[in-house]
């Protein structure tokens, strides 16, 4: 626990970006913005050009109300003024095999929501089921660190004598039910618990990511032996996967890719929604999906150890070790030298380079002039057609969003393990014909997989506007395409 003197709220006031959130005069926008676009929908990653997009939206709606004067810069340049070092609330990167900037929350930005969330008056504050919770915790300890075999056994009756007893009253018609009152604090008690659980998933991710920043920082300094490295590095690995968060983390994941569990809380949560006393609450709709919100969190977590497991063995796939010495010699001078430069800024020369050389190139070789060949043009007088053409369809250009198409899939696949795109068309009907037909085809993505059933034809149907405006119904026969999670 953080002890709260003097000092240490000082420096977290001064260096925590949480807390820099909260000083900021942007504070406002830049809250309720990461709020609407990444924790309501629960994004974990978006593209600098969806994100700043859809900034730029926010921007041009608060200028209409506040004047040109309120936020005068562009969204992608706020946006990268947020992923700085001095700010933190963003995290910057870019996705091996691509040039385009990604983005995503820090653990830090999320924590200053969830605080902000916290602030307003809740209509109901119940209290019992975190008292329960609290007694259920330590009765779950007590019992699971008892050695002696008599105790447990003694427990054990005592539970199946109060089971015993709950059955007989059962039947003999005296059933208890939970009041609303028990209802809507146990239903809060959970939500509140949802929340944080998917808070947690990125501090988790956070973690391993500074696990992988300091294996590859240990890379680049390494002077002694290759052995010698890998035993230290898998051994911070393996340290890291036996600590208590690690087994806490892998527990928890175990559990959600159980099938079995993911059907009882999908029943569970149902039943629950459906009560009356819960509705009244006006719970969100995404409730009902929670539980793959969770699982999409845990795969981002698993894709980070993945990448770090990948990092691995790309160094132990090294073959030109030896044979390439010299040439790491040199990066290892580079990044050592950028190492030791990144806390502090430099100020004088920091790197020489040779000057550039000019490519010499001789009179004779250069070619001969080769004469133009003139070309023939046939006298034929064109004549006018009878068909009246708009010449600005010719101007006209079709851009496909296939960011939208993507998220559509990955919607779809939260309640589906496997969706065909006839089916997908049907919910979300084509609204650019033909092209974004193709475009679904093009698409590929880590989330979800598509096959091809080439013994099996679907029609698809669209509908278009001719060149007069009138609707017309349009069809295409393919082979039936599945996408799945």
């Given at each position: ?70 936020f ?91 089971i015993?007893?709950e ?10 039910l ?11 008690q ?25 294996v ?100 132990l ?52 002039f ?38 559509h ?10 969706i ?46 001719d ?19």
């Open positions: 626990m953080v002890t709260l003197d003097y000092a240490t709220l000082d420096g977290l006031r001064n260096h925590h970006p949480a807390w820099r959130l909260l000083r900021s005069d942007h504070a406002p926008l830049v809250a309720s913005f990461l709020h609407r676009v990444f924790v309501v929908p629960n994004e974990r990653v978006m593209a600098a050009a969806d994100l700043a997009e859809a900034l730029e939206d926010e921007l041009y709606a608060l200028r209409l109300h506040l004047g040109e004067a309120a005068p810069k562009p969204a992608l340049e706020y946006l990268n003024d947020w992923a700085e070092p001095e700010k933190g609330w963003l995290r910057k990167f870019y996705r091996t095999g691509t040039d385009e900037a990604q983005f995503d929350l820090t653990p830090a930005t999320e924590k200053a929501i969830a605080w902000l969330t916290q602030l307003s008056e809740r209509q109901f504050v119940g209290t019992e089921s975190r008292l329960l919770t609290l007694f259920d915790l330590l009765k779950q300890m007590s019992e699971g660190s008892e050695a002696d075999p008599a105790k447990r056994i003694a427990e054990l009756h005592k539970k199946r004598d109060a015993d007893a059955i007989a009253k059962v039947l003999a018609g005296e059933v208890s939970l009041d609303d009152t028990a209802v809507k604090d146990r239903f809060q959970f939500m509140q618990g949802a929340r944080e659980l998917l808070t947690d998933f990125r501090e988790v991710e956070h973690n391993f990511r500074q696990l992988d920043r300091r590859r920082e240990r890379i680049a300094l390494w002077e002694g032996s290759k052995g010698a490295l890998l035993e230290d590095i898998m051994g911070e690995r393996d340290a890291i996967g036996d600590s208590d968060q690690g087994k806490s983390f892998r527990a928890l994941w175990d559990f959600l890719l159980s099938s079995r569990r993911q059907e009882e809380l999908t029943n569970l949560l149902d039943q629950v929604l459906a009560l009356p006393a819960v509705a009244e609450l006006n719970p969100d709709t995404r409730t009902r999906r929670v539980h793959y919100d969770w699982m999409e969190a845990g795969e981002q977590t698993q894709r980070t150890v993945a990448a770090l497991s990948q990092q691995l063995r790309r160094f796939d090294d073959q030109a070790w030896l044979e390439n010495r010299r040439i790491m010699d040199i990066l290892h001078g580079i990044e050592s030298k950028a190492l030791a430069l990144r806390s502090i800024a430099p100020t004088g020369t920091v790197m020489e380079m040779a000057a550039a050389s000019a490519d010499v190139v001789l009179a004779m070789e250069r070619p001969l080769t004469p133009a060949s003139k070309p023939m043009i046939t006298e034929i007088i064109l004549q006018a057609g009878d068909e009246n053409i708009d010449p600005s369809r010719l101007f006209e250009q079709v851009v496909v969003d296939k960011a939208r198409l993507t998220r899939i990955r919607h779809a696949l939260q309640d589906h393990t496997q065909s795109l006839r089916e997908l068309i049907t919910n979300q009907p084509l609204q650019q014909g033909l092209a974004e037909l193709i475009a679904y085809l093009q698409l590929g993505s880590e989330v979800f997989s598509s096959v091809v059933d080439e013994d099996t034809t679907e029609s698809i149907r669209w509908q278009t506007a060149m007069e405006g009138q609707t017309l119904i349009r069809s295409a026969r393919l082979p039936r395409v599945i996408f799945m999670r």
